[in-house]
């Protein structure tokens, strides 16, 4: 059974901090990594995606992949209300070549002014 | 072209009715896939399609559940027998082959009464 697990939160985190968000993975196979936000009532958005160990930043959004502790972690840096939502890590196992993802139950994520 | 597009956005039924959903991809996106997603979980796979080929079937699929994509294009999903189990949000995303990047619909979300 391939498991991506996060921690559901909330995690909560004031206006203008780091919201840190990890994830970790069952299956060793697992070869791409993706970091979705899920509004409320709202359908998944595509944050970023990572398929190599270390790090991979996108404006305030850092992704760090670590294969070997089966560890994926997305850091948001100068946090804001509207960055208040769930987020879903998800794995696949087909490299860049998308078959199916196996989300997470998601870690909810309140930013406060 | 705007994205994902599903329809209907909210299904109401009773239970033992028929129900079938649509789905639209972004254009020229070759793989379609279908994901169900209960309050407080993250999406569960259900199945994916390239071009017109089914490739892949979750066990979630029973045999109640099944799913289309006859020219490569629009995709439905039809639910026969409805239970109150099967009240979901269905989400629909899409994905250029060889492209990481999936792309979700507004989904569907289905009340079986």
């Known amino acids: 059974q391939k498991e991506v697990e996060q921690n559901s939160g909330p995690l909560s985190v004031p206006e203008g901090a780091i919201a840190s968000l990890n994830c970790t993975y069952s299956d060793r196979g697992s070869q791409s990594f993706f970091w979705y936000r899920q509004y409320s009532g709202k359908s998944p958005e595509l944050i970023m995606f990572?398929?190599?160990?270390g790090d991979k930043e996108d404006g305030r959004f850092t992704a760090q992949l670590n294969k070997a502790s089966q560890y994926v972690s997305l850091l948001i840096r100068d946090s804001q209300p509207s960055d208040s939502a769930t987020y879903l890590c998800?794995?696949?196992?087909?490299?860049?070549?998308?078959?199916?993802?196996?989300f997470g139950r998601g870690t909810q994520l309140t930013v406060w002014p | 072209d705007t994205g994902v597009s599903q329809d209907p956005r909210h299904k109401i039924t009773k239970r033992g009715q028929n129900v079938t959903f649509r789905c639209d991809p972004i254009s020229e996106h070759n793989r379609l896939y279908w994901y169900r997603q209960t309050l407080g979980q993250g999406p569960e796979f259900l199945t994916y399609f390239q071009n017109e080929a089914q490739l892949e079937k979750s066990r979630l699929l029973s045999d109640r559940f099944s799913a289309e994509r006859p020219k490569g294009s629009f995709s439905t999903l039809e639910i026969q027998r409805t239970e109150q189990g099967d009240s979901a949000m269905y989400l629909c995303?899409?994905?250029?082959?060889?492209?990481?990047?999936?792309?979700f619909g507004q989904g569907t979300r289905l009340t079986v009464v």
């Open positions: 995303a899409s994905s250029l082959d060889l492209v990481a990047e999936a792309f």
């Open positions: 990572i398929y190599s160990n």
């Open positions: 998800a794995a696949s196992d087909r490299g860049s070549t998308l078959g199916r993802l196996y």
